[in-house]
Structures are given as C-alpha cells and as structure tokens.
C-alpha cells in the first residue's frame, strides 16, 4: 500500500509486504526510542491526539512517539472535555481538527466511528482503538514484539503456537492480530476463553481461510500445555452491560508462576496489551511473574513506540529524512536499554 498520508484504521488494509515494511522502519527507530539520538524531522508538525476513551499507554505511547521524530502534540482526552458533549457531530469534529493538525490519533467507545471520522479528515487519521472492533496499531505492535522475541529464540513468526487468552469477544487487540496472523502461514492459535466471550465467528472464520489451525479451550490450564506465546488479556468489563455480567468472567484465566512452571513449556513468552487487572477478583498476570524473563509486557509496550514512531514517519513520508535531522543526545541518559 501507499503509506504516504493514508489513513490507518483496520488490520485489513495491509498486506505482508506492508507489514514488512512498518517493521523494518520501526527496527530503524531504535536510536531515536533508547534516547541516543534525537531528530527533528517532523519540527513545526502536529499531532491532534484525541481520546475519548479511556487511556493511558497507548495515548501517551502515541505521544511520545511524536514527539520524538521531533513534532509537537495537542491532546483531548475523555468525552467530557470535548464538544462532542454538546452536540458537535464526530465529523464536525473531524474536519476543524483537521484544520490544526497534520495528522490525528483517535480513540472511540463506537465500532466504526474512527473510520467515520476519517471521511471527514483532511489529514490522515489513526485508529487508537474503536469500541470492541479493531486496534490496529496495538496488533502490530504485538506481532513487532512477537517476531523480536522469537528471534532471540532463533525463530520467527512463521510456525508458531500462540494462545489468547480471556475475553476475546471484546477485545479489540486480539480482532486486529487475528487479522494480522492471517498473513502468516504454518500459524496455530489456540482460543481460550468461556463460550460467551469467544472471538467473533468472523475472525476466526478469516484465520481458518487464510490457513490458520484454530482450536478452542475454555481451561486455561489445557489449553496453554504446548504453546510458544500465551496472550492474555482482560475482561472488557466497559463493554458489558453491566458489571455483574462482568464479574462472573473475572479471575477465571489468572496466570501465576506456579501455573507456568507446571503447564507451560519452558521458554513460553507472555505477552499482554495491558493493562493487565491487577485487582485481587481479577489477578489475570500475577506480579509473580514479573521477574520470569519470558514476561515480555513491558517490552511489549516500549515497542510501541517504536511501531508509531514508524507509522507517523511512514504516513507524513519522512522516512528517509529520520537520520539527516539528527543528533547525538547531550542529556545523561539515564536508561541503559
Ligand atoms: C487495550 C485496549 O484499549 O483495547 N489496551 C491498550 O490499548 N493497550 C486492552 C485493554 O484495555 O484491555
């Protein structure tokens, strides 16, 4: 595809290739991310980052991935700050944001609404989640870390097992990468999950087409015995209609180190969009596991800027400029990795 100023909403409009080559980009971006270099090749740009939906990392990561290629940001977050609270239709929205920004980040509670909002953009717009259908950028993201993480194992994407785990009814990161795996071949996933959060028939209806070996599970315990990536996620308790609903999924997928010493193989990577739910009903990735080395959600996370970082520099064709506008840190730098 033609990244230069195209809109990024679903996993559908890439191919390999295209994946490929956001890759390779955000592979590049490593100096600018571990803060020893700095480039201003986005100097003067501006990122409208617009999120009416609850955030933290990816808000941020989208941010400061911006702002490292060296453009400035200006955010909205929460329904409640916004005009949208006053009527103003999503495109109105859209077409004066437009006018202030270069290109525009957004987070939706709707299915379908950042797409909407980017008919009526004049620059281009990426999805940072809508509602319960897709989060593309998180899903590439995921599968960055995936392939680094099995590189160091001396593998790549292609032959792998990987488990999702927990909601995957609503959980708009497992619809994106169920997408992405599809231009993968010889990938097996295994769906964990109670019948009444399992991953729409759609989804899985695309990996059995594209050749993906789909089996399902609703016992954590059987399902992750020979995998080589359980994904975990959390109970979209927001997407419920009420908490109670919510509350009788909770807890029932929790991950400790007992429980992969004994099921999982040795050298299983754990990987989560976050936020996990730390809260003691729900305990999805217990904190025991933060010092097992195969827990890869914190890297995870850092890769995400990575991934932006590609992105913008892909959708505003600077790529090829990153380096000329760069310099060596003249901070302490603080982080050794
Ligand atoms: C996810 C999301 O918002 O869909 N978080 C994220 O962006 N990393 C997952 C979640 O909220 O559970």
Avoid at 306 to 311: G, N, P, T
Wanted: hydrophobic share 40%; glycine share 6%; aromatic share 8%.
């Amino acid at each position: 595809m033609n990244f230069t100023g195209a809109h990024i909403v679903s996993i559908d409009q890439f191919e390999r290739p295209d994946v490929e080559a956001i890759f390779a980009v955000a592979d590049r971006m490593q100096p600018y991310a571990l803060r020893k270099r700095v480039t201003r090749v986005l100097e003067g740009a501006i990122l409208g980052n617009m999120f009416f939906e609850a955030s933290t990392r990816t808000r941020i990561s989208f941010g400061s991935a911006f702002n490292l290629l060296g453009g400035e940001v200006r955010e909205t977050a929460g329904f409640d700050n916004s005009a949208l609270v006053k009527g103003e239709s999503l495109q109105d929205t859209a077409r004066v944001l437009s006018g202030f920004s270069d290109v525009i980040c957004m987070r939706h509670p709707v299915a379908g609404s950042v797409a909407d909002f980017a008919l009526a953009s004049r620059v281009p717009v990426v999805s940072g989640g809508d509602g319960a259908n897709e989060h593309p950028t998180q899903a590439l993201l995921d599968l960055y870390t995936i392939r680094k993480e099995m590189a160091d194992r001396g593998r790549s994407i292609t032959g792998l097992k990987i488990a999702m785990i927990g909601d995957l009814r609503h959980g708009r990161t497992v619809h994106s990468l169920g997408k992405l795996l599809c231009l993968y071949t010889d990938v097996e996933v295994v769906l964990i999950s109670p019948e009444k959060l399992s991953l729409p028939e759609g989804i899985v209806e695309l990996m059995r087409n594209s050749s993906i070996k789909v089996t399902h599970y609703d016992d954590l315990l059987e399902g992750i015995v020979d995998v080589d990536i359980v994904y975990s996620t959390r109970i979209q308790e927001e997407r419920f209609p009420n908490k109670r609903e919510a509350d009788l999924y909770r807890g029932k997928f929790r991950l400790n180190q007992a429980i992969y010493t004994e099921f999982c193989q040795p050298n299983t990577v754990i990987m989560h969009p976050m936020p996990r739910d730390s809260r003691s009903d729900a305990n999805e990735l217990d904190c025991d596991l933060d010092n097992n080395p195969n827990l890869a959600i914190f890297r995870q996370a850092d890769n995400g800027v990575l991934v932006r970082m590609a992105l913008f520099a892909m959708v505003l064709d600077v790529v090829d400029s990153v380096d000329a506008h760069s310099h060596d840190v003249r901070w302490f730098n603080a982080r050794q990795n």
